[in-house]
């Protein structure tokens, strides 16, 4: 019997354990170890609350979840109810699949500033994390500006111009519906310090963006490369690309109060104002031979009360567990950070690709586990509820998480999947309510 040990709830976890059952067959036990009393990582608390059919992908990790082969051990903290060692003392192997939860910081004066946001808060608001229930985010501005040219940059535009109505089929967490309805945005800016040929933006993405009911993308003709230039890229990137000349070509929509502003070549210098942020300096740049962002001694200060830095992400540390600051994720080689002991999605990788690219990770992992025999842990999930009942920890099972799902779904407000209980204390007791209550 081999004994895995996952860290972790969402698709990296859920693909290695989906992997490991299809390695070793009847004869793995996995339990999977998870902060929060829900399951699904980024697919609950990052995906945008706005994009569904992705989010439907939890099905599939619900089988998974329910195979008898596999516990879901919620509200189980590793590093305050449990170590890495006592699992490594009680299980076979221990994968670390903790995500990339941490915003990386943005690093300029002025971003301790009131009114400046990570994505990671602020999408963690928006979809009901409990550990950013109360951002709070200023919204009574008429600008904001979010940093980063990737797809987190793109959400967190499109969130904000969104109506209620466009979002009322959504899993918005019900704070963030009402304060958005509430918001007197007129101009969303998308700072990027390179230019279109180097964003990292996906066409669907780009593309719903003038699709908005109230909000208008803007593009400046003269931030667009010539378009002979366009034949070097990627296929996908040149998609991205042409749909940008689009939004030039055809300039904003004047009947839409709101303006989504691609504001390419610009640097992020340092923010500005009284305590609130009131405005971002920006150097104006250019891209060099190398590819890289080059200053061009021209500076420019741009308003907003609200500014998000969407910059990428970062993996928490565990205590115990080698970690490389400079990358921001588990020091490791090819997942091994030490005897018995891996990582893997972007705790390995770091924060990039999409939910599929866990998947292979997922699957290359357990390839390496099952070229080596199990050490002989065999007692791993029985040992674990030992120490966890020896501790005074109560796990959220996968029953518990069912009972969430459907207090949540009870309470959906027409039209929408559900309305998330963004309170630890509230999803505890619902996850532990007794039955029929
Ligand atoms: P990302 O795609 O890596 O984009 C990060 C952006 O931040 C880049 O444009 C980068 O510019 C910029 N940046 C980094 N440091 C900066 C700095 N100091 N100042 C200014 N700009 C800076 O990351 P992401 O948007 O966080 O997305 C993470 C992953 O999730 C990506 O793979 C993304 O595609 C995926 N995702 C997918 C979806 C979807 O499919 N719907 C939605 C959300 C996220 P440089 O290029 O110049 O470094």
């Not at 890495?84 to 994968?95: G, I």
């Not at 741009?302 to 970062?314: K, N, Q, T, V």
């Not at 690709?353 to 080596?372: K, P, Q, S, Y």
Request: net charge neutral; aromatic share 6%; proline share 7%.
């Amino acid at each position: 019997m081999r004994t895995l040990a996952i860290i972790g709830s969402g698709p990296a976890a859920f693909y290695t354990a989906e992997a490991a059952l299809k390695a070793f067959g009847d004869d793995v036990r996995i339990d999977m170890l998870e902060r929060l009393p829900t399951p699904y990582g980024l697919i609950r608390a990052g995906v945008a609350p706005d994009h569904q059919s992705i989010k439907a992908v939890s099905r599939r990790y619900e089988q998974v979840a329910t195979d008898p082969r596999v516990r879901f051990l919620g509200d189980v903290e590793v590093g305050r109810d449990v170590e890495v060692a006592d699992l490594l003392q009680l299980f076979d192997d221990v994968v670390l699949a903790t995500g990339a939860p941490q915003d990386r910081p943005l690093g300029i004066p002025g971003d301790t500033l009131e009114g400046v946001v990570g994505s990671a808060a602020f999408v963690g608001w928006y979809n009901g994390h409990p550990d950013w229930a109360d951002l709070d985010p200023p919204l009574d501005g008429p600008d904001a500006i979010i940093i980063g040219n990737g797809n987190v940059a793109i959400d967190c535009a499109r969130v904000l111009a969104k109506t209620t109505a466009e979002l009322a089929a959504s899993d918005i967490a019900g704070h963030a519906l009402g304060a958005l309805g509430r918001a007197g945005l007129r101009t969303i800016r998308i700072l990027g310090r390179r230019g279109p040929h180097q964003a990292s933006f996906t066409l669907k993405e780009v593309g719903e963006l003038g699709e908005l009911l109230r909000a208008t993308p803007v593009v400046k003709p003269e931030d667009l490369p010539p378009e002979a230039a366009d034949a070097g890229l990627e296929s996908g990137q040149r998609r991205v690309v042409q749909v940008l000349r689009r939004f030039a070509s055809e300039g904003p929509d004047a009947a839409k109060p709101v303006r989504i502003v691609f504001d390419f070549f610009r640097r992020p210098v340092r923010a500005v104002g009284e305590g609130r942020v009131a405005g971002l300096e920006v150097m104006r740049t250019r891209v060099g031979a190398d590819g890289r962002a080059e200053d061009t001694g021209e500076t420019e200060t741009l308003a907003c009360s609200l500014l998000i830095s969407a910059i990428g992400y970062r993996t928490a540390g565990v205590p115990g567990v080698p970690f490389d600051a400079a990358t921001g994720r588990f020091a490791n080689v090819d997942g091994r950070i030490a005897d018995r002991l891996w990582c893997v999605g972007w705790a390995r990788r770091g924060p990039t690709g999409t939910i599929g690219t866990n998947r292979h990770d997922g699957f290359a992992l357990v390839e390496r586990l099952a070229a080596t025999p199990p050490a002989g842990h065999g007692d791993g999930p029985k040992g674990l509820d030992r120490l966890l009942a020896s501790r005074g920890v109560v796990p959220v099972d996968f029953a518990g998480w069912q009972r969430i799902d459907a207090a949540e779904a009870a309470q959906a407000r027409p039209g929408a999947p559900r309305e998330k209980l963004v309170r630890l204390a509230a999803l505890r007791a619902a996850a532990h309510a007794p039955a029929g209550a």
